[in-house]
């Protein structure tokens, strides 16, 4: 059974970092895209950032861009979203998401999700 665990998230202050971790099980992780979505109270869910299979593809949504670094571990199934210089908007629940798909074709169509993890930004 493919299962998506996030976690990482909490309260930070602007300016400061967090890392997200996405722990991945039940699935051939190394053939899978894996993104990351965000989605604030009011507003839509939008796509972060997403990274191919084999670690070399990357893609990051222009309001993180700069920001935001996502890497991942194959030997562990996990990835990672380091994110940096935080600001408020920045807060929202953060999901990952898994498919077999090419990073950086767009952010819809993923089929497996985790259940999010808090990120606030707020001093």
């Known amino acids: 059974q493919l299962q998506l665990v996030e976690s990482g998230g909490g309260l930070v202050q602007p300016g400061g970092p967090l890392r997200l971790s996405c722990a991945a099980s039940g699935f051939s992780f190394t053939y899978y895209t894996i993104a990351w979505f965000r989605q604030a109270p009011g507003k839509e869910r939008e796509g972060v950032s997403c990274?191919?299979?084999?670690?070399?593809?990357?893609n990051y949504a222009d309001s993180v861009k700069g920001r935001f670094t996502i890497s991942r571990d194959n030997a562990k199934n996990t990835v990672y979203l380091q994110m940096s210089s935080l600001k408020p908007e920045d807060t929202a629940v953060y999901y990952c998401a898994a498919d077999v798909m090419l990073c950086g074709s767009g952010y819809n169509g993923y089929t497996y999700w985790g259940q999010g993890t808090q990120v606030t930004v707020s001093s």
């Open positions: 990274i191919g299979g084999n670690g070399r593809v990357t």
